[in-house]
């Protein structure tokens, strides 16, 4: 049988859409400045065609008369007989000039994949006010004369308010209801598990509290496997969801490497930690914020980022880096640190000794993942503790080998190790600069979940 909409003008711009046999509320539907209302009305019953794989009968009501048609999916409207009786609306005709149905508009229909379902907020009753009742005497309760002066006793209630994620509530902004919204001007909130809600409650989790001292150290003795691409786009992105100026972003790799190259803000000569370092003298610790900024370079999204030792300056001690870390977590919530491939370096093995979080990104390649493996024994000889809170991302490239992904993931989880995954991104690959807003959505996705994971992790280990 196919599906019936009732619809029924209610003004030259608006109407009411009724689905038969659903219980669902009626849906309001308007005009646009540049799309008249039998365009609104035609894409709204299209788009239940098409979701439904099945042709619509249409109710078309007017102040004058009624109309009987049908849309298909493809879109094509017909005037016909209803299959089914005709729905009783039970609303007084407004009186309004009849209104043609238009051909299909030209251009794409946005077409929902899920099953419709409108949820609209609950409006109050309204009744007329009436005069209160008279009071009735009645005996005030005696209390006694030290009830109120005296000491309380007993354990004292805790009045607290439940937790709520702020934007839980906002209207459907992607999938589905999202383009619902955006087409019928529609408050429909996401699905309780719908991959929005999922967002939302990891840019709650990034934004909550966090660790003093808090570091995310990304780690694999491997080059050109994406720590570089990946500390600085995490950074960004906790940034973005976190506030600017929260998170810095440190360069511990060695000579050659090329943090300063894929930073969407390059550092200017001079902006190294070496030269930070060179410039503290013995009061370290009394660094004034005018003073650091000097050697940091703020990001598009309002993470700040120093850059590694110069080419002159000798490596990075694991005190060079302790001291440099003593700092930044004076003014930053959270430190994330790019390392080089050499774990006997004194800045690695700080890294690892400060982690709160360790991420190893991973393609998958047989030689990333047996890097991948001893870089994880490299990580338990310095902190075995550090290995729960580990975590291993697989990264989709070009060059993969599906074959590789089975062996190493029971691999890396026999080590106790957490395993996510992360899409490929082009401008990863490319060796161009990180700029957030320039990364596929579902990288930008894929970061969220991955900075709520480590934020969670890293949470925890310090509980």
Known sequence: MAPTVDIEATSATTARATLAGADVPPMELTATEDKALAAVVHEFVRSIAVEQQSAVEVVYRTGKDTRFLTVGTDGKLTESAPSVPIPVVATEPVPVAAEPVSAAPAGPVMVPAE??????????????????????????????????TGPLRGPLPVLSAPGVNPAAGKP??????????????????????SLEMRLRDAQATIAGPLPESAVITFVNLKGGVGKTPMSIALAETIAEYRGPATTACIDLGEIGGSFADRVAVPPAGGQDAAALLADLGAAPQQVRPSTLSRYLTRQPSGSYVIAGKAESA?????????????????????????????????????????????????????????????????ISAVRPDVLARTVVVITDGPGDAPMVETEAVEAFTALGVSVCRMPFEPVFASGERIVLSQLRRETRDALTVLAATVTRIGRGAAG
């Open 115 to 148: 099953p419709i379902t409108y949820e609209v907020p609950a409006q109050p009753v309204r009744t007329a006010a009436r005069p209160a009742p008279s009071p009735t005497p009645t005996a005030a309760p005696v209390r006694s004369a030290d009830a109120a």
């Open 314 to 378: 000798a490596p990075l001690s694991f005190q060079d880096a302790a001291t440099l870390g003593a700092i930044l977590e004076r003014h930053y919530d959270l430190l994330l640190a790019d390392t080089g491939n050499a774990s006997h370096a004194g800045s690695w093995q700080w890294a690892i000794t400060a982690a709160h979080t360790v991420v190893v990104p991973v393609p998958l390649r047989r030689d990333a993942a047996v890097v991948a493996q001893r870089t994880l024994s490299a």
């Open 172 to 193: 459907a902004r992607i999938g589905m209801r999202g383009r619902l919204n955006a087409m019928l001007g529609l408050t429909l909130a996401p699905k309780a598990d």
